[in-house]
């Protein structure tokens, strides 16, 4: 989504190549944390680059 300004949810599954529903609740899910933006103009990604630092590990 960067640099592709803002985007229908239809037009993010589409171009993911995913069913809307799918998209739907990650997308919520990336609103939830901050990540992503939502206007009346659609969803958007309002960075230029996200740096992500985690470690991850067997249960």
Partial sequence: ?????HLALRE????LGRDVRGV????HALLAV???ER???GFCFPYDAVHVDFVLKAA
Avoid: K, P, Q, S
């Fill in 1 to 5: 989504m960067t640099g592709a300004g």
């Fill in 12 to 15: 993010i599954a589409r171009r």
């Fill in 24 to 27: 739907h609740a990650d997308a």
């Fill in 34 to 36: 901050g990540l992503i």
């Fill in 39 to 41: 206007t009346t103009e």
